[in-house]
């Protein structure tokens, strides 16, 4: 055992959380998913010394934990950047050239896609659909959505990403309103 | 009673089962197979596999998973039809894509459910080209357990052993789609106590035994029905030996006691046998104080001299693993020849009393409202009696642990830590307290304590609420009772009336055949009642009371002979002035004893041991007695003859009966009660003629059967004798894999799975097709005419269905050929 599930990575803020979630259902063990949410929120991803911990308020067994966590990609098994981008390669998203998007970020920053930036900010996963076809094609930025994103424009994102910009990427507005996004 | 039963159709035989009975156990009880990987009929079904599709008429989805589909009044359901005999290919087909080509060097074959379905319900053919998935071989995820994860067929049993049936931290499937493998948590090992059970239940070869790996082969094995030599619970077991070597021990499925599980501790006793240190010549101590081999005659010659002139003096304690036989001869070298009253068993001071009858069973966990264990971890000493609490909780049981019991915590519901004999009586007065008080009905369920939010309580007032609330206590009293001042508690329960049923009392003692030993008389305190019969024929035998073991240890006579036991381990033991020891392996004993002889282990006789709970049972003599070791009563016998007796009984059937003859308590005993064969465990159905009963089909009802009447398929799943053999006479049929087998289907008129037309019409001369079914038996045509379109028009004849065999005649053959010829040249524009 290392030392930091000795004093246990867990902030008590995230434990309240996640006591909170279990009293929300009949049964204790339906909370385990977005309790992970948490914890991967704490963190950024979810340590195994944290599926441990987890387990231990869930009375499950560590090995149940980690069979959710490797099951359910969305979870980060290992560090990731300050922004996870992830690129739809699903139909719509693919047909209107999602791979080029992914390419030409990997390229900007100098990594393959699952990578990390040797800065800690950027990293570029693909997934599948976000539900975000009419935009396409879409990526992920944390928990937000980025539309239409301009292939041959990926820098700007980046930039804008590095720049801060607390209202960047506001695409649930454009989301909002598909016909605006038509003119292409 | 017939509102229960539920009338169904399979194949075309009418039957009634109870209501909620799974398809798969229906067709099993009238001898039709379905293949199954995931379902076990211990476990919650979960249809994973998809290898159990049946077609069922007048659904919306026509191919239903028997082994989660129960049956329906008036299901009409076929295993045979064409869409079924189809999807079972086809999920074999599935199922084979990533699984290597191992089976040369694979442990599981020949007893793989892979290997035997796919001979026997596969394509015979893959269409699977792309690159497999690879993983690195052989991942040790347990101290005994190595994994193969290319092998995985993703069953999910062994996680479900763990999760249902051990309770316990264990296998999991990790990541997810194709890419799942079984796993722990990372970096730690899978140490159950329980872990060898899901090498067992493992349909193919991806998790296997480190001490079974590349050792040997399934049919160079004998296999023989034994009774587990670890604990007094009586697990019975399957030993496997190949050629006189005990190659390793699995489970055999008895309901009454193990359920079809067993214990790590006893899966791998079987490595003492042939470990390096076992004792296989008699020895005798010489002037320098070294043990030297000597002959047996020399041996038996210098025990004989060395007995004292005053019986009294000599003690003889038997250890609890040799059987009833070897425990009879011994009483009657010991109080018959010898005369001494020093006859007693090791455990001896465990007993509690021969007055008390306890009526517990191990089954009685399944159906016990409280489960109340009584002074030391029965889950420590009986490993395998885990499981079966387990089971009881899982059903209903409440766990309420008095004393210390640590194995247990997490599953106890009241747990109360102290001295056992001062917390029994206290609880035994508030149980016999008049109780007025109406027990509300309403009881919410709470969460049980392996669950989250659930825990075990102290609170005393509520643990006493439970026990009279219980309709069905079993009360489970550890072995070591001496040391926990509990010996009045048979006595105590007797009178709380749990000795009747439904409730019921185990006593779980240590050792292996304590029992056994007490119902034949090797206690100090002689019972004249039950052993009358033994006094009249063993003229002039010593009655009285002797010493107890305890005493023998401190060197209380001047003479010991120990079969089987270490006395100079016990506490402030004392070597006797001439210490006898006959073992199998050294011990603190064998370091001072003046003789040492050779013994057999439990394999290597045929011997009866009665299990803690009372069920008597026999164990098969596997192995011939390694080296120069005799069985204990053999020794005894020998001793006898040199004492000057006559007329002993010859072979342990003899002494058996000689037992059954004198003894009330297993009054009329001989070997032809064991004549009933055991159960085979699920997982090796090949070995089924290790005794499960074929089933009678007269029994059955049919109502005109729609095809012919066949010869039930024997339980023993898949003999491969036949498929893919050659028998003299025969003509090799064509390998047919370098070629398209859709042009070979087409040449035999046979329809190939691939193609979607219609079956080639049935020309006369071919067996009819009758209503979907192919007949389960075709006779393979001998004639040099073309062998004619089979039944049901399946597909090319490597291991297709119910083993038929299709001879291609030399005609044909030509004409495969000439059509391969023909292909080459278009070979790359062919398919797509």
């Known amino acids: 055992m290392s030392d930091a599930t000795a004093k246990g990575l867990l902030t ?35 340590p195994e010394e944290a599926q441990d911990e987890v387990a231990q308020m869930f009375e499950m067994t560590p090995a149940e934990v980690r069979s959710l966590v490797t099951f359910y990609y969305m979870y980060h098994r290992k560090p990731v950047g300050k922004y996870v981008l992830k690129v739809c390669r699903s139909i719509s998203c693919w047909l209107r050239r999602s791979e080029d998007v992914e390419h030409n970020l990997c390229e900007h920053l100098g990594i393959e896609c699952g990578e990390t930036t040797e800065d800690g900010m950027f990293t570029v996963v693909h997934g599948e659909c976000i539900a975000a076809c009419v935009n396409a094609p879409a990526i992920q930025v944390n928990d937000r959505f980025l539309l239409d994103v301009d292939p041959d424009n990926v820098s700007e994102i980046i930039d804008r990403l590095k720049a801060g910009d607390p209202r960047y990427p506001a695409a649930v507005e454009s989301w909002k309103r598909p016909e605006e996004s038509k003119g292409e | ?206 998790l296997t035994a480190k001490t079974y790996r590349f050792e040997s082969r399934p049919w160079e094995q004998q296999h023989y029905a034994g009774i587990c030599n670890v604990s007094s619970l009586g697990v019975n077991i399957t030993v496997d030996v190949r050629y006189d070597e005990v190659v390793r021990l699995r489970g055999r499925m008895n309901d009454e006691i193990d359920d079809g599980w067993l214990s790590d501790k006893c899966r791998y006793s079987h490595l003492a046998i042939h470990s390096d240190d076992r004792i296989l010549s008699p020895m005798v101590r010489n002037d320098q104080g070294q043990l030297t081999k000597v002959s047996w005659a020399a041996a038996l010659e210098r025990i004989v001299q060395a007995f004292p002139e005053n019986a009294s003096q000599i003690g003889l304690a038997v250890g609890t693993r040799l059987s009833v036989e070897d425990g009879h001869m011994l009483l009657r070298l010991g109080r018959g020849l010898l005369k001494t009253p020093n006859v007693v068993h090791e455990h001896e001071a465990e007993s509690l009393g021969t007055n008390t009858t306890l009526t517990g069973r191990v089954k009685g966990c399944d159906a016990a409202d409280v489960i109340l264990c ?14 079966r609490i387990k089971k009881g909780l899982r059903n209903k049981a409440r766990l309420i642990c008095i004393g210390e019991q640590p194995a247990l915590v997490g599953y106890a519901d009241y747990q109360v830590i102290g001295v056992a004999s001062e917390l029994w009586s206290k609880l035994k007065k508030e149980l016999k307290k008049e109780t007025t008080e109406e027990e509300s009905g309403l009881r919410f369920p709470k969460p049980r304590p392996w669950e989250a939010g659930g825990e075990t309580s102290q609170d005393w007032d509520a643990l006493v609420k439970e026990i009279r609330g219980a309709e069905n206590v079993l009360v489970v009293v550890s072995g070591d009772i001496a040391g926990q001042g509990l010996q009045d508690v048979a006595r105590d329960v007797e009178d709380l009336g749990w000795n009747t049923a439904p409730h019921g009392v185990i006593h779980l003692r240590s050792g292996v055949n304590p029992v056994g030993h007490e119902s034949i008389g090797l206690i100090p305190e002689w019972d004249e009642d039950g052993n009358q019969a033994l006094a009249k024929a063993w003229e002039g035998m010593n009655t009285d009371s002797g010493l107890s073991y305890a005493e023998m240890c401190r060197g209380k006579t001047e003479m010991l002979l120990a079969f089987g036991c270490n006395p100079l381990a016990q506490p402030e033991s004392k070597k006797p002035k001439f210490l006898v020891q006959a073992a ?121 059967p729609d095809m012919p009447m066949w010869m039930p398929a024997p339980l023993t799943g898949s003999t491969v004798e036949g498929a893919g053999r050659l028998h003299r006479g025969q003509t090799p049929p064509p390998v047919p894999g370098q070629r398209d087998p859709r042009e070979i289907a087409k040449l035999l008129g046979l329809n190939h799975p691939m193609d979607r037309t219609a079956p080639p019409a049935l020309t006369a001369g071919g067996a009819e097709k009758k209503d979907g079914y192919i007949p389960l038996r075709v006779v393979p045509s001998t004639s040099a005419e073309p062998a004619g379109p089979t039944p049901a028009g399946r597909h090319h004849e490597i291991g297709v269905g119910p083993r038929r065999r299709v001879a291609v005649p030399v005609a044909q053959t030509a004409l495969l050929e000439a059509s391969d010829a023909a292909d080459n040249t278009t070979e790359d524009g062919g398919e797509e």
């Open chain 1, 12 to 46: 008590e803020e995230t434990k309240t959380r996640i006591r909170e979630l279990m009293a929300k259902y009949p049964k204790a063990r339906s909370a385990i998913l977005p309790a992970l949410h948490v914890v991967q929120e704490q963190l950024g991803w979810v």
């Open chain 2, 1 to 206: 009673m017939a509102d229960d039963l539920v009338n169904i159709t399979i194949d075309g035989h009418q039957m009634a089962v109870p209501k909620g009975t799974l398809l798969v156990e229906a067709a099993r009880q009238i001898g039709i197979e379905i293949p199954v990987y995931c379902y076990h009929p211990k476990m919650k079904p979960v249809g994973a596999c998809r290898v159990c599709l049946v077609e069922v008429e007048n659904q919306r989805r026509p191919m239903m998973p028997a082994c989660t589909t129960t049956v329906m009044p008036d299901m009409v359901v076929h295993t045979r039809s064409d869409n079924a005999v189809e999807a079972r290919g086809a999920v074999l087909e599935f199922l084979l894509i990533n699984h290597p080509l191992d089976c040369p060097v694979c442990d599981r074959a020949g007893e793989c459910d892979l290997q035997d379905f796919t001979q026997k319900y596969g394509n015979g053919n893959t269409r699977f080209i792309e690159q497999k998935r690879h993983f690195a071989k052989s991942k040790q995820v347990g101290k005994n357990v190595v994994l193969d994860r290319e092998r995985c067929i993703m069953c999910q049993r062994c996680v479900r052993f763990c999760e249902e049936i051990a309770m316990e931290e264990g296998l999991v499937i990790v990541d997810r789609g194709n890419r799942s493998e079984i796993g722990t948590f990372e970096g730690r090992s899978f140490d159950s106590k329980f872990s060898g059970n899901v090498i067992e239940l493992c349909p193919v070869g991806a």
């Open chain 2, 374 to 387: 009584l002074g030391s971890d029965p889950a420590k000493s009986h490993h395998d009696f885990e499981l």
């Open chain 2, 584 to 704: 199998t392996h050294p011990d603190e004993t064998t370091e001072k004893a003046d003789v040492v002889l050779p013994l057999s282990m439990w394999v290597e006789y045929n011997g009866v041991y009665i299990s803690t709970d009372g069920t008597v049972q026999f164990n098969r003599q596997a192995i011939l007695p390694l080296g120069e070791a005799q069985p204990a009563w053999s020794i005894a016998r020998e001793l006898c003859l040199r004492l000057g007796a006559s007329d002993l009984p010859e072979n342990p059937r003899a002494v058996y009966s000689e037992v059954g003859s004198l003894h009330a308590a297993l009054a009329g005993a001989t070997y032809k009660d064991f004549q009933t064969p055991g159960q085979y465990h699920w997982s090796y159905p090949q070995q089924a003629d290790l005794g499960m009963p074929r089933p009678d089909l007269s029994a059955i009802p049919v109502k005109e």
